[in-house]
């Protein structure tokens, strides 16, 4: 089977797993006793050619807690289906992972949520229309996202006076950035944050019955709320700039995660 063979690299026995989003691998910097495996070495996978996103799996240590990375994520607006883009994710439930925690950089819809903050997210909107065309609505609660592991996050945020948001992330399609006048429309719906990944994840993972925990880093206002230009590099280097409290949080909550 392939994923036996993927795990005789990987020599992965844990029940953690991470997706790293655009600028936020610096984690695995916090590893020890890595493993790695390029996405490119496994048959059935596409590649990624967005920057930020290298693509391999790393296996290694937070502590005593054996997890399991995906360094980068697959695209929809890659032309990747949505199968391909869940690919991560089902490599992370043949190997045992119940838990998983997505990581994405997303641009803030409201003023009051500046650049550099890290949003927890608790609901999420599907823009894409690609299963229906209506009006899309608010999934959230314990059908998507683990209790537990949403207080476990607050927690450590709590005790290292961090101020971690708590909002809804919209999926759009991609590739290009929302205009402003749609970002209007995300704004009225009750999104808080906005991005072109991560829900494909989130519900894929939950039909596989797996505990999700996600966190957003904040990297630009969306379209409309100021008037910068939108570019890539400036998610990227703003990703970077709150890198020490994203790498705390993650690694805290893993260290908690699963404890009596």
Not at 79 to 96: A, C, D, R, T, Y
Not at 195 to 208: D, F, H, N, Q, R
Not at 237 to 246: G, L, P
Request: with cysteine; proline share 3%.
């Amino acid at each position: 089977m392939l994923i036996n063979k993927i795990n005789s690299i990987l020599k992965f026995d844990g029940n953690i797993g991470i997706v790293l989003g655009s600028g936020l691998d610096h984690v695995v910097d916090k590893l020890t006793n890595k493993r790695t495996l390029p996405f490119k070495k496994i048959s059935t996978f596409p590649i990624s050619k967005v920057d930020g996103h290298k693509g391999e799996f790393i296996s290694g240590y937070i502590g005593d807690r054996h997890v399991l990375v995906a360094r980068g994520r697959l695209h929809y607006y890659e032309g990747m289906n949505l199968e391909s883009v869940s690919l991560p994710i089902k490599v992370f439930h043949q190997l045992g992972i119940k838990k998983v925690i997505i990581t994405n950089s997303s641009g803030s819809l409201k003023l009051k949520n500046y650049p550099g903050s890290i949003m927890l997210i608790k609901g999420h909107f599907d823009f894409t229309f690609l299963s229906n065309s209506s009006l899309p609505k608010l999934k959230c609660g314990e059908k998507y996202y683990n209790q537990e592991m949403i207080n476990i996050a607050l927690s450590v945020a709590k005790k290292n006076d961090m101020n971690l948001l708590e909002g809804n992330y919209c999926w759009m399609p991609g590739p290009a950035y929302e205009t402003p006048a749609e970002i209007k429309f995300l704004k009225n719906l009750g999104g808080d944050a906005v991005g072109m990944s991560t829900v494909p994840e989130i519900e894929y993972a939950k039909e596989l019955n797996m505990d999700v925990l996600v966190f957003s880093v904040l990297t630009n206002f969306a379209a409309g709320l100021d008037n910068r230009l939108l570019k890539h590099e400036d998610v990227l280097a703003s990703a970077k700039k709150v890198e020490n409290d994203f790498g705390r949080l993650i690694i805290q909550t893993i260290n908690h995660i699963g404890r009596k």
